[in-house]
């Protein structure tokens, strides 16, 4: 079991920018991939980002131009910056590991196939 803890959540408002950290314990650079998924309340999981070994990025839609994920191998760490905030952008954000999924896949099918869990950090954005 792989032990994933988020930090960085807070109430901004609309516009605003956070910057959410996932402490990863074991080394990430043996992860396949790392990533980042959002539940609003009421609502289903939906992805963010991810990241894979080799760098590779990927966000949805609702992420593109905005989000930006990056990780530190160094420091076994993965976050998300998060720039122009919205209302909608409101919700739960967990991070996720896996050391053998289709990454794209779990991005879009709301993280399924992804091994290991964080408990989540609450982003609240105001308008």
């Known amino acids: 079991q792989v032990q994933l803890r988020e930090s960085g959540g807070g109430s901004v408002q609309a516009g605003g920018s956070l910057r959410l950290a996932c402490e990863v314990a074991?080394?990430?650079?043996?992860?396949?991939?790392l990533g980042w998924w959002r539940q609003a309340p009421g609502k289903g999981r939906e992805g963010v980002a991810t990241i894979r070994t080799d760098g590779t990025t990927d966000y949805t839609d609702s992420a593109k131009g905005r989000f930006t994920i990056s990780k530190d191998n160094a420091k076994n760490t993965l976050y998300l910056q998060m720039n122009s905030l919205k209302p909608e952008d409101t919700g739960t954000y967990y991070c996720?590991?896996?050391?053998?999924?289709?990454?794209?896949?779990?991005?879009?099918?709301?993280?399924?196939?992804?091994?290991?869990w964080g408990k989540g950090t609450l982003v609240t954005i105001s308008s």
């Open positions: 996720a590991a896996s050391g053998y999924v289709y990454c794209r896949g779990a991005l879009l099918r709301g993280g399924s196939g992804m091994d290991y």
């Open positions: 074991k080394d990430i650079d043996s992860l396949h991939c």
